[in-house]
């Protein structure tokens, strides 16, 4: 008898990539048959744009509760593997509530949980844990959250059988701050895409957006742990000195964080950086990739993290462009503590310091780029499918 898998998640890039290799590897395996579940077209603009076949577009964003446990109930599976983050369900802090009762409830139909915790709410600073900015505008007191926050974790971890996390570091932190036996918890790496290249017309139809100019490139969800505005006073200070270069950063901000977009906007107009400075906005999936590669570096200057990995930095590894990233535990755990473009937070002169030596020296860059490429070699889809096939195996 067939063992039957539900996997559900937004249809974000990450994770369409994972599913379609393990549908793939799935095919081949008689006694599996897994679906993937994810939410309708209602607010597509959200999600990716990747296809996965055989989908079922079940549930829908912020309102997802009821419709997930009635296919739940049609479909009767073995195993449901719930994808988490802050916002996978809804964007709203309501919809995070309701994301226990989920658990409970398939829980409480005698299903085995399977739960990739993509973004634990924690952070190691100064050998301590600590809450990351939540991402909600909300009144409620510091106090109150962290008191909601510890109560989430404990709750979900508990109700899971079996949680995925994508690196050691968040491992470490269930364990040490939730409580959670190592033997629950298994690491799952991102894998590296293969890569593939857009024509010539696409990528010189790119350029021409950032005037033909030479890019260094900030990607990913305007937030302020991102250190936005480190980044353009970092570039202003060596600007002239690189006139062939042009800072881009890619991507928008959620609507918690829009004063704060709109004040780096302002800070580029302040310095007058408006030509060498240039938001994007949102970009499709096909864009980022067309940008990615015709991106000359990365940058990476994240204040804090939850836990986890950052998936923008698998793309600059699918990509194989020199990273500059911030100097912490998460990022060591992928391009190793040795890794010669680090620097430190809130270090604005070292910031761009690196900047402009990258920009600058094409034998460091390429010694950079090669040194990518051996550390890309080690996180493939098939690894993560293979672990994940082990997992379903084993519940």
């Known amino acids: ?95 995070v509530i309701k994301f226990p009762l989920l658990l409970f409830l398939t829980k409480m139909k005698g299903i085995k949980i399977v739960l990739t915790f993509h973004n634990i709410f924690v952070h190691k ?21 962290k008191i909601f926050e510890t109560i989430f974790m404990k709750l979900v971890c508990s109700l899971a059988d079996i949680i995925i996390v994508e690196a050691d570091m968040g491992k470490l932190s269930l364990i040490e701050h939730t409580n959670v036996p190592s033997k629950k918890i298994t690491v799952i790496p991102f894998g590296v895409s293969n ?70 906007r302002q800070l580029v107009r302040t310095l007058n950086m408006d030509e060498k400075i240039i938001f994007t906005g949102f970009l499709q999936d096909e864009e980022i990739d067309v940008l990615f590669e015709i991106a000359e570096s990365v940058l990476f200057i994240y204040q804090q993290m939850g836990s986890n990995s950052s998936y923008s930095l698998f793309i600059a590894l699918q990509h194989q462009k020199p990273i500059i990233s911030t100097n912490i535990e998460t990022f060591h755990e992928i391009l190793g503590k040795d890794y010669d473009a680090y620097v430190e937070v809130d270090n604005t002169s070292q910031i761009a310091d690196k900047i402009f030596q990258l920009s600058t020296n094409a034998e460091y860059r390429n010694d950079l780029q090669n040194e990518l490429i051996e550390i890309s070699k080690k996180f493939t889809w098939k690894a993560a499918v293979k672990k994940h096939l082990e997992i379903y195996e084993s519940t």
């Not at 990351?132 to 009144?139: A, H, L, Q, S």
């Not at 937030?223 to 002239?240: M, V, Y």
């Open 195 to 264: 890569k593939t290249r857009s024509d010539e017309i696409k990528k010189e139809k790119m350029r021409q957006k950032f005037h033909g100019k030479k890019i260094i490139l900030n990607f990913g969800v305007i937030s302020p742990r991102k250190s936005i505005e480190l980044i353009i006073k970092a570039f202003s200070e060596i600007s002239e000195k690189i006139p062939e270069h042009v800072l881009v950063i890619a991507g928008k901000s959620p609507n918690e964080y829009r004063n704060y977009e709109e004040r780096m």
């Open 125 to 145: 600073q100064n050998s301590k844990w600590k809450l990351i900015d939540f991402p909600y505008e909300t009144r409620i007191p510091f106090f109150l959250l």
């Open 1 to 95: 008898m067939k063992k039957k898998i539900l996997f559900v998640d937004r249809f974000i890039e990450y994770s369409t990539e994972m599913f379609n290799e393990l549908q793939e590897n799935v095919s081949e395996k008689k006694n599996f048959e897994i679906i993937f579940v994810g939410p309708d077209d209602k607010r597509q603009a959200l999600f990716s744009t990747k296809n996965v076949k055989g989908a079922k577009k079940i549930w829908t964003y912020g309102k997802y509760l009821r419709k997930l446990l009635s296919y739940i109930s049609i479909y009767k599976p073995n195993i449901v593997h719930y994808c988490f983050e802050l916002k996978t369900y809804g964007p709203t802090l309501n919809s």
